[in-house]
């Protein structure tokens, strides 16, 4: 499973870097599509790492209304937030379904806010959509090399 892990997240690497070289969009961070590739086989995994971006950006957005915030520090909020958003998902939000209680999870502590980063500097939908395809490209080079059963 690491080594799954390690390819995914290198080709992530290579696919965010020619999205960025040759579209000149990123697709939510250097390493997020390799993750969110991973976690293409449960969507409600990926659409709630997407709503905890989309809260995290928003929330920062709205906080630049009451106080000064630009470069550094406006990063280390989104990271921030993105990572107290995600805690608080994995730890409160449970959802039953057929008499199952499942628990909802985000991808990863940082990749939220890292999302939301770029969210804020190239727009939600360009940032949006570049992750969906770069991730999408990422996960069918992995079922290319180690076939349909990849999961976490």
Not at 34 to 60: E, H, K, Q, R, W
Not at 78 to 106: E, H, K, Y
């Amino acid at each position: 499973m690491e080594n799954i892990i390690t390819i995914s997240i290198g080709l992530g690497l290579c696919v965010s870097l020619l999205f960025s070289e040759i579209l000149g969009i990123a697709a939510g961070g250097m390493v997020v599509p390799g993750y969110i590739a991973l976690f293409m086989d449960n969507p409600v995994v990926i659409m709630t790492t997407t709503l905890v971006s989309l809260l995290t950006y928003f929330t920062v957005n709205s906080l630049s209304a009451f106080m000064i915030i630009y470069g550094r520090r406006r990063t280390v909020l989104m990271i921030l937030f993105g990572f107290m958003f995600g805690w608080v998902t994995r730890a409160l939000v449970f959802i039953p379904v057929a008499g199952q209680v499942i628990d909802i999870t985000i991808v990863g502590y940082i990749i939220p806010g890292l999302i939301a980063i770029w969210m804020d500097r190239q727009g939600i939908l360009e940032t949006v959509t570049a992750l969906i395809t770069s991730s999408t490209i990422v996960r069918l080079i992995l079922i290319l090399l180690f076939g349909r059963g990849i999961s976490l």
